[in-house]
């Protein structure tokens, strides 16, 4: 009887890119088609072609960062030996992807930092923030990287791209 009613149902628009977003368990995609890839018979919903609705911001990057298994993050740890670059590097293949995946971030710059940083740590983060700063608290790194010195040398160095890239005034 579900299955009946699934198919009554309009079927989603396709995406020129193959690049979908569901709104519900707030996940990307890369599809043929606009079909739930985990429940195929079953999902009620369809994925959204970004071309016609994206991610209304970089919060919903904020799952790969702290709920996914920890692997990009572990394995960085392992492999990174120096920082010189890296920030910059990551901070703009972020911007790339949000541009890819035509999410709006210009007008959420703090919560684009934000992402940014939960995206590379992969830990909790935690923001203060005042008339003159931002200050972002990074929760049990080492429970993720080896050398906080390192992940702090990248992440500063990326923020500081971001920031410049946002005109971003407060320090």
Same mark, same amino acid.
């Given at each position: 009887m579900i299955q009946e009613k699934l198919q009554s149902l309009p079927q989603g628009k396709f995406s020129d890119s193959g690049r979908y977003w569901c709104a519900t368990c707030k996940k990307f995609f890369r599809l043929d088609e606009p079909k739930c890839p985990y429940m195929t018979?079953?999902? *009620? %919903? =369809?994925?959204?072609?970004?071309? &016609? !609705?994206?991610?209304?911001? +970089?919060?919903? @990057?904020?799952?790969f960062g702290l709920y996914? +298994?920890? @692997? +990009? #993050? /572990?394995?960085?740890? &392992?492999? *990174? /030996?120096?920082?010189k670059g890296l920030g910059e590097k990551f901070a703009k293949s972020y911007l790339?992807? !949000?541009?890819?995946?035509? *999410? %709006?971030?210009?007008n959420q +710059?703090? #919560? =684009? @930092? /934000?992402?940014f940083i939960l995206i590379i740590s992969g830990c909790e983060t935690a923001q203060r923030i005042s008339e003159e700063k931002v200050a972002f608290i990074i929760m049990d790194p080492e429970k993720v990287w080896k050398d906080k010195i390192i992940l702090k040398e990248i992440i500063e160095e990326g923020v500081q791209y971001l920031k410049n890239t946002f005109n971003l005034k407060k320090k």
């Open positions: 018979n079953m999902c *009620i %919903n =369809t994925p959204i072609a970004v071309e &016609n !609705l994206s991610a209304e911001s +970089p919060e919903a @990057l904020e799952k996914y +298994p920890k @692997l +990009p #993050q /572990k394995f960085m740890s &392992n492999v *990174i /030996k120096s920082s790339d992807f !949000l541009n890819d995946w035509n *999410i %709006n971030y210009s +710059p703090i #919560q =684009t @930092l /934000k992402s």
